[in-house]
C-alpha cells in the first residue's frame, strides 16, 4: 500500500510515506525497518534479528491495529488514517461515544482467568481489563484507550482462540 498517510494515534498525528523497495520515512526520517505484507491486514516489521507484527483491522479512515513483539504484551490502539494532504484539515476524534469503537481480541490462544470489566463500566487508558492464560503464563490485556465498555464476548473460565473478539470499548 505504497503512499503518503496522516496517521493519527491517541491525538498524536504522523505522516508516514510507505513507497515498495524503499524504506519507511515517518515525519520524513528515514525509519530502518524492512516493512512486509505477509498477508492482508497483516504486516511484519523487521529490524536485524527483531521481529514485529501488526494487524491492522478496519474500513475507511477508522482503523484498530493490534502490534505483537516477542516477550511483549500486545498493543491494540485506534488509529485514524487519511491521505496526507488532509493532514492539517484532519478532524480530530471525540471522546466518549462519537469516538470509534475498539475491539480487544485475544493475542494468543489461552483461557481467560480474570475478567476486570463488563458492559456499561468506564475504563481509562492502559488499565488491565482481561488476564489471559497460555502456556503457564499470565498475560494482562489493557484498555487500548479510556472508553465505555459496549459488549463482552468472553466470561472467566472459558477457552479462547487467537484473534478472538473479547471487549468492545465505545
Known amino acids: 500500500m505504497p503512499g503518503r498517510f496522516a496517521v493519527k494515534i491517541e491525538g498524536r498525528e504522523r505522516i508516514v510515506e510507505l513507497d515498495e523497495g524503499a524504506k519507511p520515512r515517518v515525519d520524513d526520517v528515514e525509519i530502518d525497518v524492512e516493512v512486509v505484507e505477509a498477508e492482508p491486514g497483516v504486516w ?14 478496519g474500513a475507511g479512515t ?6 505483537r513483539r516477542p516477550g511483549a504484551d500486545p ?4 488509529a485514524e488514517v487519511t491521505d496526507a494532504r488532509r493532514a492539517k484539515i484532519a478532524v480530530p476524534p471525540r471522546a466518549g461515544n462519537d469516538a470509534t469503537p ?8 489461552g483461557r481467560v482467568i480474570k ?3 463488563k458492559a456499561e463500566d468506564s ?10 492464560e497460555a502456556m503457564k503464563m499470565e498475560n494482562e490485556l489493557r484498555a487500548p484507550r479510556a472508553g465505555r465498555i459496549s459488549a463482552v464476548r468472553c466470561a472467566e473460565g472459558t477457552a479462547v482462540e487467537a484473534g478472538q473478539d473479547l471487549v468492545t470499548i465505545a
Open 44 to 57: 511484519v516489521l523487521r529490524r536485524g534479528n527483531e521481529q514485529t507484527v501488526a494487524s491492522v483491522d
Open 62 to 67: 477508522k482503523m484498530t491495529v493490534e502490534i
Open 75 to 78: 498493543l491494540v490502539l485506534a
Open 102 to 109: 475498539v475491539t480487544v481480541r485475544s493475542p494468543i490462544p
Open 115 to 117: 475478567l476486570l470489566v
Open 123 to 132: 475504563v481509562k487508558a492502559g488499565q488491565t481489563i482481561v488476564v489471559l
